[in-house]
């Protein structure tokens, strides 16, 4: 079985910085695609970026120049660095592997 762990989020001033982790357990992370999703209050889960086996990387619009998906193989972990927050990325933030497995997600609240 696959496990995500997410950690790292908490409230934060407008123009703040948070960074995200996920570790991941039951399968070889280094093979693995990791994406990154968040879900406001009374909205829909969205995606934010990607990260490939090999390294590719990709942004939903919003948050490109801001957030930087990276991964450490050597210790199953992929994180989400998160620059010049904004009040509309507060959510929960999930990191998953094939929209398969999920973790509990992480809270992030953007306000002054």
């Known amino acids: 079985q696959v496990y995500l762990v997410e950690s790292g989020g908490g409230l934060v001033r407008p123009g703040g910085s948070l960074r995200l982790s996920c570790v991941v357990s039951g399968t070889d992370f280094s093979l693995a695609t990791v994406d990154w999703f968040r879900q406001a209050p009374g909205k829909t889960r969205e995606w934010v970026a990607i990260i490939t086996r090999g390294g590719s990387i990709m942004y939903r619009e919003s948050v490109k120049g801001r957030f930087t998906i990276s991964r450490d193989n050597a210790k199953n972990t992929a994180y989400l660095q998160m620059d010049s927050l904004m009040s509309e990325d507060t959510g929960v933030y999930y990191c998953?592997?094939?929209?398969?497995?999920w973790g509990q997600g992480t809270q992030v609240t953007v306000s002054s």
């Open positions: 998953t592997i094939g929209q398969d497995s």
